[in-house]
Structures are given as structure tokens and as C-alpha cells.
């Protein structure tokens, strides 16, 4: 056993090292979940709930059994349970997540499957190892209390050491393993660090069985990354999770979930359009006056689907020039090798969309703007009438803009706020319905009166033939509508109205 100062200064390091775990796994359970359920406010919700309901039920299990067993082996073994159970969670979860998600499919609603998938899932990975880590710091007050009987000194310095160690497992898993290890290792580094120091308590004097503990993470940083089904290519960057994935025809651009597309690219040689909203921004040069000089400007380039389609379509008939713009360094990379992104009309640049109208003075026919932060909301910076008021003055005369907005019907709150936002700032505003199988938009804004029906009478490339007429077929101009709000810098609650649009749709279709 230890000496009673060293015993001491291990009870500390415990607390460390518990409390840096707990948080570590709790910022990794998000990305865990992140290709099947994607980040929104409803997964993060069930994460940071479970895992509350969890340790509160661990401090109170805690309290009573150190009470009865004040007995550090006790506490050690209970650690090396929760280790060895959060050390199985990178492995299960594939299978499980198959399992749940098939069983309640037949609820037929996306959010149903986010929302009672996610929590069913956290449920059954988190719920179990986090209670017994829940125990560990009433356990250690009571070892330390019998002792010296200093209770509430003891108590403040223990939760003090175990938030600090919260903090390292705040911040090293975002800045340093999620990057460059990914989620799954460093959910196995983390585990595997609270393992050495929970044998080392155990096994004081077996050296030599520490040290080979210690060859567990070079075993761990060598294991290969498990690969989804009909997965090319996938990572994880400092914003997103991303996956690019094959299916029949076409390649899909996944960020931060399972269901939801950001960029298609046709891999068949008749045709790059995607069948979906995509092909809709190609309407853009015939809309504005269809002036031959066209320059476009993208927010949200992603895997480059509007951009690939745009130089294809008019590249040889207009003088094209696109600006890209895409936060994310390493999206831009996987799209420049699994997407084709690179043509000669495309300019990328890595940055915030709205930093990039701050710093550049160009001037667009038409600003594209299709910025999704994961699965299910808008970037809020990018909805407001400080936004628009900005993005108006990158506009020469006639311009357009264009967005994606997903909304449930065209009574939507969300869609209402934001086309009300729009007034603020343009004269008219139009909004297309791309599909009766999608929820996808098409808000179209512009100070100039735009003559959609004239689309029938312009010559156009056959293959784009049906998305001019299905435009022409369902464009509706908005009006300001005083039963809906608009959205500010100071003022944009776009998750709250994305979750509540959800919640109507998924009660109104019970």
C-alpha cells in the first residue's frame, strides 16, 4: 500500500484523472454520434442529459457505498469496470446504432430517428460506465476524511483538482486527439490512461505489469480507423465529421449525420445533375437579365455540387467566374480529391462566409448561400438583416440572391422569419419548392422585379429544361408577413425555431 503522503497525492491523481475522463468522453460522445445522428441541439440534448442524470446518480451511490466500504480497492475496481466498459463503446456502437435505428424506422420521421435514436444510444453506451465515474469523487472525500477528518477542505480540493482535470479533457480532445486521432481513439486513450492509474493503485509494486500497460496506447495509435459502410473517405476536422460515401450512381457528402446530403457529384458521364435542390441554382444566370458576364459568388462551397455544375452549364457560353468560400480547410481537400472541386472558373477561398464579405469588395450577379452548421440548422450569422444588408452591397445592379432554407411547409416559422429578414432588405422575394419529396426552398431575393415566366421563352441546355419549368411552375412571391418576426445580429434564434418547425411536423403526422 501507499505511504500516507503518497496515498494522498494518488487519491488526487485519481480525482484528476476521473474528472479529465468523464469530460473527454462526454466531447467525444457527440462526434461518436455524429455520423448516424448527426450535432443538432436534440443530440447534444440527450448527451449532456444523460450524463448529468448519470453522475447524479453516481454521487449518490457513491456517498452510501464509501459509507459502508470506505475501502480504496472497492473504488478502484468500480473504476476498472467503467474503463474497461468505455473501452468497448468505440466497437459497439456501429452494430448497436444499426440495431436501434432499424427497430424504430418504422416511424417513418427523420426526427424521431435523430431524437429517440440518439437517446436510446447514449442510454445504453454512457449511462452505465458514467455512473460508476460518478461514484469515484464522494468515495475519494470519504478516504480522505478518515484520514484527517478535514471534510470540507478535502471535499472543495478534490472537485477543484477534478474540474481542472474537466478542463484538459475540454479542451485536448478538440485541439489535439479528435484532429489528429479521431473520435474513437481518443475515446480508447482517455479510458486507457484512467485504467493505468486505477492498476497502479491496485498493483503498487508490480512494475513491470505497469509498464506493459503502457504499450497500450502505441497498440491503440497503430489500430486502423473503422470504416462505414460504402464509405470512400471519412475524418474528422476541427468543425464536422464528414463522409464521402458511394451509391450507385452517385457520391454524397455527409457533415454531421447520416440522412442529410451537402454535395452530390454524379459519377455518370450522361449528366452532372444531382436530382435534387442542387440543379436549382442553375436557374441563376437566366433570371438576372441573363447578362453573359457572370460572376457567382458561393457561401457553403462543401463538396463543390453548385459550383462543378455551374462551370458545366455555362462556362462555355458565359465569361463564368466563381468565388467558393468554405471554412472548413479539410472539406476542401477531400472535395478537391473525391469531387472533382477544382475547375477554371472556380476560386476557393478558406473562410467564414460573412468574414469574407467583410474583407473582399467584389461585386456578383448572384450570391448562393446553402450554409448548414450540421444536419439540421443554419448557421444563424448568415440569416439576418445585418447579414443581408451586407451581402446586398457584393451585388451589382439586378443581382440576385439565392438560398437554401429547409423548412417543412411554406408556413414554416423559419422559412417566415427568414423571407421576412430578406424584405428588410430587398424588394422582392420569391421562394421555390424543389420537391414534393424534400423539404428544401429555394428563397430567391433580388431589388429588381424578376420575370419568371419568361423562363419558358429563354433557349436553355435540355438537360435543365425541367428544373426551368418546375420553377416557373411553383416560384411564389413572399410578402411581409406581421404574424412572424425577423431575425438580427442580436436577436436569431434559429434553433429554436428549427426544433420547434420538427416538433409541429413530427405531432402533426402521428
Known sequence: MFKENNYKKYLYILSFFCGMTIMAVEISASRLLAPYFGTSTFVWTNIIGVIMVALAIGYFVGGKLSDRRPDLNVLLKIILVSCIFLMTIPFITRPLVEFITGSISIWQSATSLIFIGSLLTVVILFIFPIILLGIVSPFIIKLLSLKNGNVGNDAGLVFSISTVGSIAGTFLPVLVFIPYLGTRK????????????????????????????????????????????????????????????????????????????????????????????????????????????????????????????????????????????????????????????????????????????????????????????????????????????????????????????????????????????????????????????????????????????????????PQLRSIIDNTRQNVERVEYDNKFGFLTDDKAPIENLTDWMIIDYVYKNM
Open 186 to 461: 481518443t475515446i480508447l486513450i482517455f479510458s486507457l490512461s484512467l485504467l493505468v492509474i486505477a492498476i497502479i493503485g491496485l498493483f503498487p509494486k508490480k512494475i513491470s505489469l505497469i509498464f506493459l500497460l503502457l504499450f497500450i496506447p502505441v497498440i491503440v495509435l497503430k489500430m486502423p480507423a473503422i470504416k462505414s459502410a460504402n464509405a470512400v473517405a471519412e475524418g474528422e476536422s476541427v468543425y464536422q465529421y464528414y463522409q464521402v460515401a458511394d451509391q450507385n450512381n452517385f457520391r454524397y457528402l455527409k457533415i454531421n449525420e447520416g440522412m442529410g446530403v451537402f454535395s452530390v457529384l454524379n459519377k455518370s458521364s450522361d449528366s452532372v445533375l444531382t436530382d435534387s435542390y442542387f440543379d436549382y441554382y442553375n436557374i441563376l444566370p437566366y433570371i438576372d437579365g441573363q447578362s453573359k458576364k457572370q460572376d457567382v459568388l458561393i457561401l457553403g462551397l462543401a463538396g463543390g455540387t453548385v459550383s462543378t455544375q455551374l462551370n458545366h452549364f455555362f462556362a462555355n457560353d458565359f465569361d463564368l467566374h466563381i468565388d467558393g468560400v468554405e471554412i472548413d480547410k479539410k472539406l476542401i481537400e477531400t472535395a478537391k480529391k473525391y469531387f472533382n472541386l477544382e475547375n477554371p472558373s472556380l476560386t476557393i477561398y478558406n473562410l467564414d462566409g460573412r468574414n469574407f464579405l467583410d474583407y473582399y469588395q467584389n461585386k456578383y450577379n448572384a450570391v448562393v448561400i446553402d450554409v448548414y452548421s450540421n444536419q439540421l440548422y443554419i448557421s444563424f450569422h448568415l440569416t439576418t438583416k445585418e447579414f443581408f444588408d451586407l451581402v446586398k452591397n457584393h451585388l451589382k445592379p439586378q443581382g440576385i440572391v439565392a438560398m437554401n432554407v429547409n423548412a417543412t411547409g411554406k408556413d414554416s416559422a423559419l422559412l417566415k422569419n427568414i423571407t421576412n429578414t430578406m424584405l428588410l432588405s430587398f424588394k422582392n422575394v420569391y421562394t421555390v419548392w424543389t420537391s414534393n419529396y424534400s423539404w428544401n426552398y429555394l428563397v430567391i431575393a433580388s431589388d429588381s422585379d424578376l420575370d419568371f415566366k419568361d423562363l419558358k421563352n429563354i433557349k436553355v441546355d
